[in-house]
């Protein structure tokens, strides 16, 4: 992880294949929140803060494991950038002023982008990240990733978890806690080098970096999702590894 995150490798630039120029353009982004979401919640961690750091692994989580999806499965890419373009109009319409017409030319502006299939229908964005027919559930053969998502989210949420985290009862005294229970702590710093482990395996991909490659696939993490979809689901049928 702190390899992952220091990155010196790339203290002069990141190189990737000319084939995966376009990938690079639309994933460097996630795995670069990948890394900094994983520094701050060691930062974090080091002043006390762990309970509070869980929604960053949760983030990097969901970051890494969409890159995975994007760039393993067949024009996922293309897909993901439908969905953020969509993401931007919608975002758009959300915040217009419906007194100030600069609001709609800029909205029309937005929705050109949005790329349109040959009858002139905008193309099929990527699936929900949970939930049924969702990104997660279709990566995750184990169901450890949808467990860790779900743990992470209740610190990120008004849970009964916000009762138990912060306060004690000793006696029949209740008190402020000082500080959260620790009982997840382990299990989210593993899911944490999980994530890192996840996006690192996409960017030596992205790279042709077999050095790379090699570290991301013994660490004894999870690396990389799609192995027991499908033929035709995989964007790289025969590989093995």
Known sequence: ????????????????????????????GLIERVRRAARAYLLLEKRGFEAEARPLVRSALEHAVTAQWAFLTPDGVDRLEVRMLQARVDYAKGSRDVDDPEWDELIVR?????????NGSTRRGMPKFTGKDSVLKALDATGYLQRAYTILSRAGHVTDQVVTDYFVEDDGIVAVA??????HDIDVFH???????????????????????????SQGLLWRLDTHLPAEGRRFPTDSD
């Open 191 to 217: 899911t944490l080098a999980t994530s890192c482990c996840l996006a690192a395996w996409v960017l030596a991909r992205l790279e042709g970096d077999a050095h790379g490659l090699e570290l991301a696939t």
């Open 110 to 118: 937005l929705e050109a982008q949005v790329p349109r299939s040959v």
């Open 1 to 28: 992880m702190l390899r992952f995150i220091q990155d010196r490798e790339h203290a002069d630039g990141i190189r990737v294949l000319d084939e995966y120029g376009w990938d690079f353009r639309i994933l460097g």
């Open 178 to 183: 000082s500080a959260p229970s620790d009982v």
